[in-house]
Nanobody
Framework: QVQLVESGGGLAQAGDSLTLSCAAS????????MAWFRQAPEREREFVAA????????YNAQSVKGRFIISRDNAKNTMYLQMNSLKPEGTAVYYC????????????????WGQGTQVTVSS
């Protein structure tokens, strides 16, 4: 199995930048699709960005395109989410996830999840 631990969340103001990290252990993530999801109170878990293992391309939700950058460092077994131009509506718990498949949009396709890290953006 894969253990995932997110870090880097906290308080920020609108327009600020924040970078989240997802440290993996147990198995190498080079053959896993990795992704970030977020969930705000009373809302469904929402896809944010993905890094499929089968390609170097990355995919972002329309709501974060041009602002968020997902990346991975396989040597460090770590994923990152660089969040720029933060908005109050980005306030949520952010989760790191891993899957052997490539269906990156659906949270039910992911096998492993971190504990989540809270990001709060004030206006």
């Amino acid at each position: 199995q894969v253990q995932l631990v997110e870090s880097g969340g906290g308080l920020a103001q609108a327009g600020d930048s924040l970078t989240l990290s997802c440290a993996a252990s147990g198995r190498a993530i080079n053959t896993y699709t990795m992704a970030w999801f977020r969930q705000a109170p009373e809302r469904e878990r929402e896809f944010v960005a993905a890094s499929p293992w089968v390609t170097s391309l990355t995919y972002n939700a329309q709501s974060v395109k041009g602002r968020f950058i997902i990346s991975r460092d396989n040597a460090k077994n770590t994923m990152y989410l660089q969040m720029n131009s933060l908005k109050p509506e980005g306030t949520a718990v952010y989760y790191c996830a891993a899957s052997r498949g490539s269906n990156y949009l659906d949270p039910s396709a992911y096998d492993y999840w971190g504990q989540g890290t809270q990001v709060t953006v004030s206006s």
